[in-house]
């Protein structure tokens, strides 16, 4: 009996593949928050690697270009943390909220929707950053072009 083979996997949906389509890029500073024993160390990895450099931590005081934010339910509330991470970006900056796929811990997608719009962001795209952690790409609006 043949087992069929496996549908072939979007190289940029997962891993270092989503690494690169949430927008990372060479000599970008990122700053992470929410970080535990239960985070994706390859996706930590992978985002180190693109960047150049160690992601700093949640003592950092300069401007960040990125931040990754790692977000459980019960962890607070999560439009008061996006507005704390919109402070720590530099212009042009924007959120990584990894949140559980699937679990006790699960983020509601309306929740993520709501604190998005009360921190003043939008959803740019949602990935699987790991097997346990979807990234959701948070960016501020664009400023409108004033005549």
């Not at 999560?78 to 212009?91: F, I, P, R, Y």
Request: charged fraction near 30%; include cysteine.
């Amino acid at each position: 009996m043949n087992t069929p083979a496996p549908p072939p996997v979007d190289p940029g949906s997962n891993g270092p593949g989503a690494v690169e389509r949430l927008g990372f890029a060479r000599d970008q500073v990122v700053q992470e928050f929410g970080y535990d024993a239960d985070v994706d160390d390859d996706f930590r990895y992978a985002v180190e690697d693109i960047c150049g450099a160690e992601i700093e931590d949640e003592d950092y005081t300069g401007g960040a270009d990125a931040v990754l934010l790692w977000f459980r339910e019960g962890d607070g509330d999560l439009g008061d943390a996006l507005v704390d991470m919109v402070g720590v970006l530099d212009d042009g900056g924007f959120v990584v909220l990894l949140t559980p796929k699937a679990g006790v811990d699960e983020v509601d997608p309306s929740d993520i929707d709501e604190a998005a719009v009360t921190a003043g962001l939008h959803a740019a795209g949602t990935f699987n950053a790991s097997p346990s952690w979807r990234a959701h790409k948070l960016v501020a609006p664009k400023a409108k072009v004033r005549r």
